[in-house]
């Protein structure tokens, strides 16, 4: 005797976790662009690496934050009979592009930090600090605008990092401007470069260890699966549970599914339909995890299942 039930919410009815958030992210992309330009042109008059670097990464920047609004817009699209999630997982993909172009940024950087060492360039400070206050006050309003989204959405927090590694970018060139304006030590600008780069690398590894998570239906972060069991086992009529399964579609929808073994007093209609509602409520509250599905069965059945549900 098995059932699916689902009291959660339709993929395509409710949207992604990172949907409500388009408008901030158009925004971001708008304010980005407008300081790539502006750093690329004051890194060739400065002749400052510092500068060319973050201004590389704010295009790459452009490119992630526009790559995360077209995977909103794909993974709101509703289901269909082939896709029965839609393109929901269109938000993490994007997440992990922005992960791997942080990583090719931040070994270019690295890269052309060392070279300046060997090869040292001329570099002026004072056009380095306008430019680098142009950038950090379009960061921070950008940071300040997706501060929210990012704790929701993979796909927002992988833009925001972005931001958030611009901002100190910026920050780093009007540093090493300054000492270059005090001391006229020219190492300043490459030493930048390099702390831009050491920067960018660990918080991106950090994404995308939690990216490869949910594209390896890895449990979510806040679901812990023994603790699921032992509130499925409590209820009244459960007897055992088996094929347990619980992951990530995309930020802000984790699912569930298990196989809950009954008494024969739950197998009549009425208590088949109390338990199914108690499971629902069970997950759904203390778990925050309302797309489940449950298939209640008598002692005895996972036995006659194929070897490969299991």
Same mark, same amino acid.
């Given at each position: 005797?098995?059932?699916? #039930?689902?009291?959660?919410?339709? +993929?395509?009815?409710? !949207? /992604?976790?990172? =949907? ?41 920047? =452009? ?13 709101? %699209? ?10 929901? %997982?269109? @938000? ?31 570099? #002026?400070? !004072? ?34 990092? @972005? ?21 006229? *030590? ?5 030493? =930048? ?9 660990? %918080? /991106? ?25 032992? $509130? ?9 549970? $088996?094929?347990?399964?619980? *992951? /990530? ?9 298990? $196989? ?11 208590? +088949? ?7 629902? !409520?069970?997950?759904?509250? #203390? ?5 489940? /599905? ?5 002692? !005895? #059945? =996972? ?8």
């Amino acid at each position: 005797m098995g059932a699916g #039930h689902d009291h959660g919410h339709a +993929h395509g009815a409710t !949207g /992604t976790a990172a =949907a409500a958030h388009r408008g901030t992210l158009r925004i971001a992309l708008s304010i980005t662009l407008a300081v790539m330009v502006v750093e690329i042109i004051g890194g060739v008059v400065a002749d400052s690496l510092a500068l060319v670097a973050d201004a590389a990464h704010m295009a790459t920047d =452009a490119l992630g934050l526009g790559m995360a609004l077209l995977a909103i817009h794909f993974a709101n %699209r509703p289901p269909s009979g082939n896709r029965t999630f839609g393109y929901a %997982r269109a @938000e993490i993909l994007a997440a992990l592009a922005n992960c791997l172009l942080l990583l090719g940024v931040g070994g270019y950087v690295l890269y052309e930090a060392v070279q300046r060492f060997v090869r040292p360039a001329e570099t #002026h400070g !004072g056009l380095m600090i306008v430019f680098g206050l142009i950038g950090l006050v379009a960061n921070s309003v950008s940071l300040a605008l997706l501060m929210r989204g990012q704790r929701e959405s993979l796909n927002v927090r992988g833009a925001f990092l @972005e931001v958030a590694a611009d901002a100190v970018g910026s920050l780093a060139v009007m540093v090493s401007a300054a000492v270059i304006l005090l001391t006229g *030590w020219q190492a300043a600008d490459p030493i =930048a470069s390099l702390a831009i780069g050491l920067l960018i690398v660990p %918080r /991106t590894v950090k994404l995308l260890r939690e990216t490869l998570d949910v594209l390896l239906e890895a449990a979510p972060k806040n679901v812990d699966m023994d603790d699921v069991r032992a $509130h499925i086992l409590a209820l009244d009529g459960v007897e055992d549970v $088996h094929d347990l399964h619980a *992951w /990530t579609i995309t930020s802000g929808l984790p699912v569930l599914s298990a $196989h809950v073994v009954v008494s024969s007093e739950v197998l009549s209609a009425v208590g +088949h339909e109390k338990l199914l509602h108690e499971l629902q !409520g069970c997950l759904g509250h #203390h778990f925050d995890v309302e797309h489940c /599905t449950f298939q209640l069965e008598p002692g !005895g #059945h =996972a036995e006659h299942e194929a070897r490969l549900c299991h």
